[in-house]
């Protein structure tokens, strides 16, 4: 057990179906499994219900299961090991992951009441990726994929010699939908972001898949062109029945 109490940084423990530490600050679980260990009572962080189900549901067409593939292989090293996934999502990537101990963080409590109810083998929280209730130095293994991260947390949280998986959009993911959505189409930005981190290896995968009109919505409400799209532009996927879109993943392994 790695948790920590967001009140007072002491370590939790589980006792039936709640977390508590030495000061009785006690957080409980909710029906799923999770626990909420988010400093303020606000519910309206991170992603909505709607966009929850639009992630399942796209995330279940398979599309993406070649990067779960690879993630799972990576990780295969630190399989004895304790991994924590930052900004997990739905679990969709973490569920799979090989670790003695697995726990998954984000900021979404509809996200990680979904990962709660599906998968058992994890622990999930509420929690900020930016402040993580989670001990110094008691992770083998850390993945962020596609989520923002400090770079400060994941190296107190981190072992000597432990590993840090980042997963971001290669400059051609999803360059197919963006040529519907703009006139001009530029490729992503992929600047290296760490100065601390040492990096040790970083390659690309791809992989092209199709999708219908309901698979192309959903990816759509995924994407950061959702919130930067004018109805107008977004409009012009409606008349999509259906496409060829290419995945692109950029993967860079770290170590502390
Ligand atoms: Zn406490």
């Not at 279940?60 to 295969?76: K, P, V």
């Not at 001990?135 to 083998?140: H, I, K, N």
């Not at 919130?227 to 532009?233: F, I, K, Q």
């Amino acid at each position: 057990m790695i948790l920590t109490c967001p009140v007072c940084g002491k370590p939790l423990l589980k006792q039936e179906r709640s977390y508590v530490c030495e000061n009785r600050h006690s957080f409980d679980c909710a029906r799923s499994g999770y626990v909420n260990l988010l400093r303020s009572s606000s519910s309206s962080h991170g992603d909505n219900r709607e966009m929850t189900k639009a992630r399942t549901a796209f995330l279940e067409t398979g599309s993406y299961a070649f990067l779960r593939d690879e993630l799972a292989g990576i990780l295969e090293e630190k399989q004895d090991g304790i991994l924590l996934d930052l900004g997990c999502g739905e679990g969709y990537y973490t569920s799979v992951l090989p670790a003695r101990e697995r726990y998954g963080f984000d900021i979404s409590r509809d996200m990680i009441n979904h990962a709660a109810k599906r998968d058992k083998k994890t622990i999930y929280a509420v929690a900020s990726i930016f402040d993580l209730p989670a001990g110094d130095a008691c992770a083998d293994a850390v993945l962020t994929c596609f989520a923002p991260c400090s770079e400060a947390e994941i190296l107190r949280i981190l072992k000597d010699d432990g590993m840090f998986v980042f997963v971001s959009p290669g400059p051609s993911h999803l360059r197919e939908l963006k040529e519907v959505l703009y006139d001009d189409v530029y490729d992503n930005e992929t600047q290296e972001r760490f100065v601390s981190l040492r990096m040790e290896k970083e390659h690309l995968i791809s992989s092209t898949f199709a999708v219908d009109h309901d698979a192309l919505s959903n990816l759509f409400l995924m994407t950061p062109y959702y919130y930067h799209t004018g109805r107008e532009r977004s409009a012009r996927l409606d008349a999509i029945e259906s496409m060829s879109l290419t995945a692109e993943f950029l993967i860079r392994i770290y170590r502390k």
